[in-house]
């Protein structure tokens, strides 16, 4: 790596951005080719936040598990821990409460206006302009309060369980969530006027960083980045969990396959979890938020696989099991990992201003990519 | 009526009775040095203040309150912590042209104020050029940006040099034909020509569309000319993380900041005298009345005034707009601003050769 | 379009592939060097057509490796799960980035983790680890790390 710092033969500058660096929102380093201002190639280096998480969870219960995975995908932990509790019920067979699959729905889809709101915020950011983060924090917040109410913590929630919830929801669950609507609903025309309607921001993003339709699937692209090019590929759509297939909501799909689509994507989306949320929320059945589990859970030798869709698309949980209390091999398909591959092909022969709105528009999370 | 000219002309009396006339125009040469410095650093905490309280009232947030009543002294500490600072040169870079840049970025903005009237009769040097001047001396300041981004060996700061070498000579362009258009109406290059001709009305009322077209163009490029968003990309935060300054730290950081800031000022002091009138009053035709109580106001209050509101204009632009990529910005200057600038001062000649103005 | 009947279709053309009964998706094992032809009929042969590989993963079982492949199909939505047997002393198998793109970054990180060596990826150089690695490939299972190892 370090040998590479300098030109190349052909007089192409050679830069790294990263690890340090405001664009890359983390410890990513990409070492870019540059050609005066147009990339001409873009190679990721990982590992710099590293932990190997698959590891350490091979050393873990599965009761212990679930909370490391929350550190991966921080801003959608909630639907990680999902996942992962899907995967432990999937080998027990443990039948779910439906009030806790509700409630887990409802989180799932606050966590994912929360991500995308920080998304919003970020990719303005990275573009130049520094207002609209601060806008997105505003609701940001209130849905943090929400979740610091109800589950204790505002960022690693760490509330789900194996075979249900850790406790019920705050009593003043439903009352701050349709107030949150409320709130969202009137600034969400704010958004369009600040950043989607702004001539420059559309000119930043519009054609830029095509990824085409063939190029995303063959690159493992999932949500927001691969339904940006025309993709379907919704988990809540083509394969239910948790009682998804009982609710109304649109897969949002652009076809541009530019940043601006993917962009699209995203601020639609939040539309749409706002949807569900709508129909959860005065539909909340009573009974237990728990289900009856041993105290240590041992899974059947076996393979499962379960998959959820976070903020940024597909994660998956595979779990191998040789019937002890921890797993043998655990493996987490990450989204970000599959979606930061795209990028070279992305960047090539756009101008290093671009690379940003690109790396913004993927919704990079750095230890998700890293585990 | 109160007025800065009586201070000086007092003082200038004041000196030829106590000295030689050589002797007393080198005390006031000296004052005048110490005070334009006082103005520089005065500028600099108030313009680092007045950002940092408009970005947080665009981005509802409070923005300094700790230190000093209502945070006003936030950005004196802030200079304290610059000054105290080590001020490092990176191993690889010419240590000459590394150190120099700064001070030559401020040595510029300090010219720029030379032809500058800042109240009625209240001006270092009445040059009869005043805006060849400025516009001449202005151009200079690139050479700084391009100094730093070369000697600090450092690729980003290269980028950064080299983005802002081609954005200031194009915007320069613009800048100098907007200007041209108040030159052609008024027939002078002197500034203060240029406001005694506006005693009846500001330029920018008298002088129809063509003229506020001039001036729409004249903040574009300025605000391009001087790197602020959304024309900042030889800084481009997140892109070149800090551009032509990045291995800047310290006073030499603290200097790139200052120049920065005083030349938006003195943009802002060049659009507020030829567009909305120096430091001449409002009037309004004939409302004796009216003309009369805006007489009363003391013209440095006006011409402070006009240059703050400009100077938030300015900053508004920065904290609600997008960067422009590299091409977008030049396929602006030379695609759309630099013939718009050139039709728009044909019909100025025009307008002027009529005398279809007021 | 079936498990079944992607059993027999794939039966017909590898006759030695060996089915797995009783997964929640259609699991298969395949010999190492038959993977790529395998790949390559899987994601060109019409009415088949696995575009999209979401996850690959690789188990040490301490007696040897296995390669596992998660593949979808995005217009039927039908899964495969094509397993792979390695030998752990030298494991080698056929790279599959010509097929999928996305095979590109996986393969990598097993290759740093594991140690399993593609055949015919254009890249195979260390994604994750710091360059200069030296020892051991970290999720194996006699991988040792007295620091920064926590055991419980």
New interface residues.
Partial sequence: MFEEIGTTTDGDLIINVGPQHPATHGVLHLVITLNGETIRKVEPHLGYIHRSIEKMCESLTYRQFIYVTSRMDYLSSHINNHACAMCVEKGLQIEVPERAKVIRILLDELTRIASHELWWGAMAMDLGAFTPFFHAFRERESINDIMEETCGARLTMNFIVPGGLMADIHPNFQKRVKDFIRLYKSKFEEYNEMVTGNVIFRNRMEGVGYLSKADAISFGCTGPTARGSGVSCDVRKWFPYEGYEKIAFDEVIETGGDSLSRYMVRVREMNQSIRIIEQLIDAIPEGEYQAKTKAVLKLPKGEFYSRVETARGEFGVYIVSEGGTTPYRIKFRSPGFSNLSALDQMARGSKLGDLVAMMGTLDLVIPDIDR | MWSLANITNSIHEALNNQFSAGWALFFEMLMAGIAVISLFAILGLVLVLMERKVSAWMQIRLGPNRVGPKGMLQSFADTLKLLVKEGLTPGGADKFLFNFAPVLAIIVAMLLMAPIAFAKDFQLWNLNIGVLYVSAISSVSVISILMAGWASNNKYSLMGAMRSGAQIVSYELSAGLAILSVVVLTGSLSLNDIILSQQNGWWIFKGHLPVLIAFVLFMIAVTAETNRAPFDLAEAESELTAGFHTEYSGMKFALFFLAEYVNVFIVCCIGATLFLGGWMPFHIGNWQQFNHIMDYIPSSIWFMGKTFFLIFLIMWFRWTFPRLRIDQLLTLEWKYLLPIGMINLLVVAAMAIGGWHF | MTDEWLQETLLNSFPDLVFEPG???LQVTVQSQQWLPLANTLRYKADMDF?????V?C??WKTHLAM?Y?LRC?TT?LHLVVKATLNPLNPEIDSVTSI???A???ER?VYEMFGVNFKGHPDLRL?????GWEGRN??RKD?EDPIN????
């Fill in positions: 997964t929640e998706w575009d999209f590989l979401f996850c993963t188990i040490d596992v998660h995005t939505q999928w793109k996305t590109d970054f996986h990180e994604l994750i680890l710091p360059d970290p999720l991988f190892m926590i055991r419980l």
